[in-house]
Nanobody, 122 residues
Framework: VQLQASGGGLVQAGGSLRLSCAASGRTFSRYVMGWFRQAPGKEREFVAAIDRSGSPTYYTDSVKGRFTISRDNAKNTVYLQIDSLKPEDTAVYYC????????????????WGQGTQVTVSS
């Protein structure tokens, strides 16, 4: 399975972006999918995850109410809608798939996309 993330960019604080992660193959609907991010000089951190059918969804506390994860299994794509962007949201965002353990654990996902840069200016 290959994951291709896209949709990042440079936005002003308060703006919005929608990240997409397209997956190859026919088994996408079997996978719990997640989004992580890595800011400069920091470790990669869990952002959100979504179960195989689209629910339930999970978020780290700092993004609740501003980020929305969703998926379209017919299109083999998972999305991350990011609203009310803050400068501290600046990071490379990665999609991940095929959870095999702790929801928030980097080592728990078998597949990773290449990352898409989100930069938020103040």
């Amino acid at each position: 399975v290959q994951l291709q993330a896209s949709g990042g960019g440079l936005v002003q604080a308060g703006g919005s972006l929608r990240l997409s992660c397209a997956a190859s193959g026919r088994t996408f609907s079997r996978y719990v999918m997640g989004w992580f991010r890595q800011a400069p000089g920091k470790e990669r951190e869990f952002v959100a995850a979504i179960d195989r059918s689209g629910s339930p969804t999970y978020y780290t506390d700092s993004v609740k109410g501003r980020f929305t994860i969703s998926r379209d299994n017919a299109k083999n794509t998972v999305y991350l809608q990011i609203d009310s962007l803050k400068p501290e949201d600046t990071a490379v965002y990665y999609c991940a798939g095929d959870l095999q353990g702790d929801l928030k654990g980097i080592a728990s996902y078998n597949y990773w996309g290449q990352g898409t840069q989100v930069t938020v200016s103040s």
